[in-house]
């Protein structure tokens, strides 16, 4: 290989999978890897063999000699041509978001924090945001369809404020102040319970798991811890969090089992 960082090179497969609309799981299972090696690879972690380079290369539509070159940009990479179509299936999922997904989820949420004096809004909003990235880390589908951006006390849900609001006058949720161990906190109580109707058994199983690991923190060290998560570390200040950066895990944020003999789950 030329004379490239592993760094630049990961980074380089990275930009260009995400440009031509791979997830990881699918370009993995395309260069017969598993998807933790991949996932190694495009961290600048694990070499690649010449071998890998070439299923890379053919795979994402790129000379060797143009991916390896010194000035090399991804811009000057023909990522629409006429003689290159990709399935519809194939490309990256865009979150969309389900609002009324998203406040049964908020209610459900809310409703299992009944009695905990220690879930105010910002442990609520790290609630969400788990719940989303592990059920998209685990199934690469959507929950809420939330965004989610990188403030400085951690991961925000978007148009939450609009959302409450719209809950608040549709007598669905109340919201207070109160004070926790002397500090101000925002509160709710759901008016109304969840319609788990349209709730999968999967969704409900991950909100429940990061109800029970999460839901007794205080609001400091659930805002420190999140602040460790891949996704929010590889975000800039103000930006939104790609659901992608989920599969860059590791302990003990990972909650996909990834086997490394393996393609799949």
Not at 201 to 228: M, Q, T
């Amino acid at each position: 290989m030329k004379n490239i960082s592993q760094k630049e090179i990961g980074k380089r497969v990275s930009e260009l999978r995400k440009a031509k609309g791979y997830s990881q799981d699918e370009l993995s299972k395309l260069i017969e890897i598993s998807r933790s090696s991949l996932t190694q690879i495009e961290l600048g972690n694990r070499n690649l063999s010449v071998l890998e380079l070439k299923k890379i290369a053919d795979n994402l539509h790129v000379s060797i000699d143009k991916f390896l070159s010194s000035d090399y940009k991804i811009e000057d990479i023909e990522l629409n041509s006429s003689q290159i179509e990709i399935p519809q299936q194939l490309r990256v999922s865009i979150p969309e978001l389900n609002i009324e997904k998203f406040k049964n989820v908020f209610l459900y949420i809310l409703e299992k924090c009944a009695g905990k004096p220690n879930v105010g809004e910002t442990l609520l909003y790290k609630l969400l945001y788990f719940a989303d990235f592990n059920y998209y880390e685990i199934y690469e589908e959507h929950l809420s369809g939330a965004e989610y951006r990188k403030l400085p006390y951690g991961p925000v849900p978007q148009k939450l404020d609009a959302i409450i609001k719209q809950m608040i006058l549709s007598k669905k949720l109340e919201r207070f102040k109160s004070d926790y161990h002397t500090y101000p906190q925002t509160r709710y109580f759901p008016l109304v319970k969840p319609d788990l109707t349209n709730m999968k058994a999967s969704e409900k199983e991950v909100i429940d798991r990061v109800i029970e690991r999460y839901s007794d923190w205080s609001a400091s060290a659930i805002s420190e811890y999140s602040h460790k998560d891949i996704p929010w570390l590889a975000s800039k200040d103000g930006e939104v969090i790609d659901y992608e950066l989920a599969f860059y895990r590791e302990y003990p944020y990972s909650v996909r089992t990834y086997d490394e003999n393996s393609d799949g789950l």
